[in-house]
Nanobody, 114 residues
Framework: VQLQASGGGLVQAGGSLRLSCAASGNMFRINLMGWYRQAPGKEREAVATITSGFSTNYADSVKARFTISRDYGNNAVYLQMNSLKPEDTAVYYC?????????WGQGTLVTVSS
């Protein structure tokens, strides 16, 4: 399974970005797709996840600002990020969990300037 993330970049505080992640390969019974992030000097943390039943979960720090969505037919997951803050600066990783394993994308850098 390969995950290709895109959409990161440099944005001013208060701006928006939309991350995309396309999954390819042999997937079987996808349970969960989501986005994680890792800021410099910090551990990787969950940002938002969405189950196969489209149930979503968000980190408290991004609730009401970020929205995760999924294109089931294309095995893609998206993260709409609004009202971005400098503390959202991090490398964002796409994640997929299926019956066979747990997979990560290569990461896309989001930088929010103040």
């Amino acid at each position: 399974v390969q995950l290709q993330a895109s959409g990161g970049g440099l944005v001013q505080a208060g701006g928006s970005l939309r991350l995309s992640c396309a999954a390819s390969g042999n997937m079987f019974r996808i349970n969960l797709m989501g986005w994680y992030r890792q800021a410099p000097g910090k551990e990787r943390e969950a940002v938002a996840t969405i189950t196969s039943g489209f149930s979503t979960n968000y980190a408290d720090s991004v609730k009401a600002r970020f929205t995760i969505s999924r294109d089931y037919g294309n095995n893609a997951v998206y993260l709409q990020m609004n009202s971005l803050k400098p503390e959202d600066t991090a490398v964002y990783y796409c994640n997929l969990r299926d019956y066979n394993g747990n997979y990560w994308g290569q990461g896309t850098l989001v930088t929010v300037s103040s």
